[in-house]
């Protein structure tokens, strides 16, 4: 595989193989004057990931600009560890699949086809312009995709395997890569790299609570259990009472209080006076549905979904409204509707009631 071609997938084994060969190590790309310049494309590269969410294409012409390429994705991973946050794992993971995704869908099926098996898939190619899978890869890489169009009884099986057109593939491919840069950051670093990338590290860790503080602030603020929508209260109540709570319901609650800003060990004890409550099991779920184990954070069902599932309890005057259709609107809606002080009384009126 040539230079360029690594450069553009530089999560290979081939790609590492190469500095190897060229007897890079990590004690010149950390602090050789020689590699200043795949430094900053390394510190370029996260906050591309952190700001944008994909890698800026940068057109590597000759093989001197596709090296600083390479080396900016060992670089990024360097930065990234130094800085073990979770978010920033995740996000700078996803950019790297986007990504590559996109450059998938420019490349011949065949190409598509040797990362699908390198990253672990059963991928064969069916005929000129489709490869079909195995179903349980299939089902393993697209089972966060909420789309009807991916959903496995919308799939022609045909022994056991899937069809699939290559930008199909390449989006299959993307949840695949995305997992494998996640498995594998943080990377082990010591006190000489932290200090030899500190101001990149300070860059980067301040992008990040600045994300952080921003989505807090623009999105649910405060936590606050008088903003529930009556949904939410009734399934607190139905917990606090000791009732058993149906899996739909669970995980609507668990998501619902995630995204509005608790936290899991929170979280954990609201479930705690349930009648079979297991903390391990709960646990478990719990950092299932807030991606602290499983990489995605689900957010809770709409309120379609919730009326379906027969968990859509009490509605309300706000639920009634044409505009609601999901219980984080009503939330976020009762936050507004508490900075005016004439609608307070009639908000404390409707939770007493409601309790
Ligand atoms: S209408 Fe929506 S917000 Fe209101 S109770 Fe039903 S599910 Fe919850």
Request: with cysteine; proline share 4%; net charge negative.
């Amino acid at each position: 595989m040539n230079l360029l071609t690594l450069a553009r997938y530089p999560f290979l084994p081939e790609a590492s193989g190469y500095l190897r060969e060229r007897q890079i190590t990590l004690d010149a790309l950390v602090n050789s004057a020689v590699f200043d310049q795949a430094r900053h494309a390394g510190r370029r590269r996260v906050m591309d990931a952190l700001v944008d969410g994909v890698i800026a294409d940068q057109t590597a012409v000759t093989e001197a600009d596709a090296l600083v390429e390479l080396l900016s994705y060992a670089v990024a991973r360097i930065i990234v560890s130094c800085n073990p946050d979770e978010h920033l794992i995740q996000r700078y993971a996803l950019a790297e699949a986007v990504t590559v995704q996109t450059r998938l869908e420019a490349e011949n099926i065949d190409f598509v086809i040797d990362i699908a098996v390198f990253l672990g898939l059963d991928a064969v190619r069916d005929n000129a312009t489709e490869a079909s899978v195995h179903f349980a890869d299939y089902l393993k890489h697209s089972s966060q995709m909420r789309s009807e169009e991916w959903k496995l009884v919308n799939q022609e099986l045909d022994s056991g395997r899937i069809s699939l057109t290559k930008p199909r593939l390449a989006r299959l491919l993307q949840h695949a890569i995305r997992e494998r840069i996640e498995s594998e950051l943080p990377l082990p670093v010591n006190d000489g790299i932290i200090e030899a990338f500190r101001n990149s590290i300070d860059l980067v860790r301040e992008e990040v609570e600045r994300r952080k503080a921003k989505f807090e602030k623009e999105s649910y603020g405060k936590v606050s259990f008088l903003r529930l929508p009556p949904c939410m209260k009734k399934l607190m109540a139905m917990m606090k009472a000791g009732e058993n709570v149906p899996h739909v319901g669970r995980f609507a609650l668990t998501s619902f209080l995630h995204t509005i800003g608790m936290s899991n060990d929170e979280i954990v004890a609201v479930f705690s006076s349930s009648p079979d409550f297991k903390e391990q099991l709960a646990r478990y779920q719990i950092d299932h549905i807030t991606g602290k184990s499983s990489g995605v954070e689900y957010l809770p069902p709409e309120c379609a979904t919730m009326k379906t599932q027969g968990v859509c309890f009490d509605p309300d005057f706000l639920c009634k409204k044409k505009w609601l259709h999901h219980p984080l609107n009503y939330y976020r809606v009762k936050g507004k509707k508490r900075e005016k002080p004439e609608e307070k009384k009639t908000e404390a009126e409707t939770i007493s009631s409601a309790e």
